[in-house]
T-cell receptor, first 115, second 110 residues
Framework: GAVVSQHPSWVICKSGTSVKIECRSL??????MFWYRQFPKQSLMLMAT?????????EQGVEKDKFLINHASLTLSTLTVTSAHPEDSSFYICSVTAGGVETQYFGPGTRLLVL | TQLLEQSPQFLSIQEGENLTVYCNSSSVFSSLQWYRQEPGEGPVLLVTVVTGGEVKKLKRLTFQFGDARKDSSLHITAAQPGDTGLYLCAGLRGNNRLAFGKGNQVVVIP
């Protein structure tokens, strides 16, 4: 399967600051990447679908101006949490897939704590 | 609204015992995937089931997809401590999006 990395693996920030999380596909070109959020003891909730070279598609209830997604290349997508607040503290996980293929490969996740 | 309901949410068993966990939905999915997630890590794909009634085996793990493609089960034979983890089922929706259940937390006691 594909190897996916995320950076940073964890981050602590002050309320009001912005945090950027990177998702990299290390060994294949990912036309589509997905961003999920997982609260403690909860399931993964899909936030948005990131397509290389085009605007991301956000799930209902996810604020696109708060969670900025950029998928500028076939190996990198970034998620920026703007003006983070404590309620944004969560485990953010990305996954990658090649076009038309159903299998998703997940990154190791990024733990965000907003103080 | 949770599309996929997993039960039981938590299960603790002794090493060597068998267990079955379930993933149920009122929706039909073209395919359903099972993942295992360790604390602080991303999910790792175990299996994908596509055909109604399909049974797939992965060593001591047996996965079954319901005939109507709305539900699935995971059976572990002779559980070992290494089987401890959160088992997540996910149904494939349009545009390759996955809808996840809340998971079955399995703890195997040595």
């Amino acid at each position: 399967g594909a190897v996916v990395s995320q950076h940073p693996s964890w981050v602590i920030c002050k309320s009001g600051t912005s945090v950027k999380i990177e998702c990299r596909s290390l060994d294949f070109q990912a036309t589509t990447m997905f961003w999920y959020r997982q609260f403690p003891k909860q399931s993964l909730m899909l936030m948005a679908t990131s397509n290389e070279g085009s605007k991301a598609t956000y799930e209902q209830g996810v604020e696109k101006d708060k969670f900025l997604i950029n998928h500028a290349s076939l190996t990198l997508s970034t998620l920026t949490v703007t003006s983070a607040h404590p309620e944004d503290s969560s485990f953010y996980i990305c996954s990658v897939t090649a076009g038309g293929v159903e299998t998703q490969y997940f990154g190791p996740g990024t733990r965000l704590l907003v103080l | 609204t949770q599309l996929l309901e997993q039960s039981p949410q938590f299960l603790s068993i002794q090493e060597g015992e068998n267990l079955t966990v379930y993933c149920n939905s009122s929706s039909v999915f073209s395919s359903l995937q099972w993942y295992r997630q360790e604390p602080g890590e991303g999910p790792v794909l175990l299996v994908t089931v596509v055909t109604g009634g399909e049974v797939k085996k992965l060593k001591r793990l047996t996965f079954q997809f319901g005939d109507a493609r709305k539900d699935s089960s995971l059976h572990i034979t002779a559980a070992q401590p290494g089987d401890t983890g959160l088992y997540l089922c996910a149904g494939l929706r349009g545009n390759n999006r996955l809808a996840f259940g809340k998971g079955n937390q399995v703890v195997v006691i040595p």
